[in-house]
T-cell receptor, first 114, second 116 residues
Framework: AQSVTQLGSHVSVSEGALVLLRCNYS??????LFWYVQYPNQGLQLLLK??????LVKGINGFEAEFKKSETSFHLTKPSAHMSDAAEYFC????????????FGGGTRVLVKP | GAGVSQSPSNKVTEKGKDVELRCDPI?????LYWYRQRLGQGLEFLIY????????KSGLPSDRFSAERTGESVSTLTIQRTQQEDSAVYLC??????????????FGNGTRLTVT
């Protein structure tokens, strides 16, 4: 069985500061890992995904995440927060690269302070 | 083109009533998924369709929940005899293919169900 843990249901950052959202997973098979973002009043959008190959994955809007197998982690970072980054972020794991039957973490809501 | 469309966007119903939630996937997407998001929690997988068949119903929480898909297009999720614990946002997603590689899931905005 797979599971995902996101540390911190709410994160507050200042505009221009580093954004770090933590995600740890458990999986009995090599995982495929995803970050989704949900902006206010919008559906979830894929931010980035790790399937195979390079462990540092770059996504949209300047976000990136690094797969660390030894730590079973897939933390999401952005060097400099922008007001438009205020949203809820979900980490997810799947047994397939297509990410169909996703198992989601509880989500982290990001607040960006001016 | 249009994204995944869900209706209604909000539904308030009395305990014990039946509700139907509708999902219109992106045209041509063969795979369709239903998820549920309870307040303050992550998304729970409910059911997955490939075409009109549902190879994975493992997430349906009880026999009060059922779903169907017709014409490899529209899907309806039906909840019979609703209970207060059914209150949640029900999300639908579609993708163009399944397997080891494929497009990511495209989510609708969800239906917020409130059972009073």
């Amino acid at each position: 069985a797979q599971s995902v843990t996101q540390l911190g249901s709410h994160v507050s950052v200042s505009e221009g500061a580093l954004v770090l959202l933590r995600c740890n997973y458990s999986s009995s098979v090599p995982p495929y890992l995803f970050w989704y973002v949900q902006y206010p009043n919008q559906g979830l959008q894929l931010l980035l995904k790790y399937t195979t190959g390079a462990t540092l994955v770059k996504g949209i809007n300047g976000f990136e995440a690094e797969f660390k197998k030894s730590e079973t982690s897939f933390h999401l970072t952005k060097p400099s927060a922008h007001m438009s980054d205020a949203a809820e972020y979900f980490c997810a794991v799947s047994e397939s690269a297509a990410g169909n039957k996703l198992t989601f973490g509880g989500g982290t809501r990001v607040l960006v302070k001016p | 083109g249009a994204g995944v469309s869900q209706s209604p966007s909000n539904k308030v119903t009395e305990k014990g009533k039946d509700v139907e939630l509708r999902c219109d996937p992106i045209s041509g997407h063969t795979a369709l998924y239903w998820y549920r998001q309870r307040l303050g929690q992550g998304l729970e997988f409910l059911i997955y369709f490939q075409g009109n068949s549902a190879p994975d119903k493992s997430g349906l929480p009880s026999d009060r929940f059922s779903a169907e898909r017709t014409g490899e297009s529209v899907s309806t999720l039906t909840i019979q005899r609703t209970q207060q614990e059914d209150s949640a946002v029900y999300l639908c997603a579609s993708s163009s293919q399944t397997g080891t590689t494929g497009s990511p899931l495209h989510f609708g905005n969800g239906t917020r169900l409130t059972v009073t």
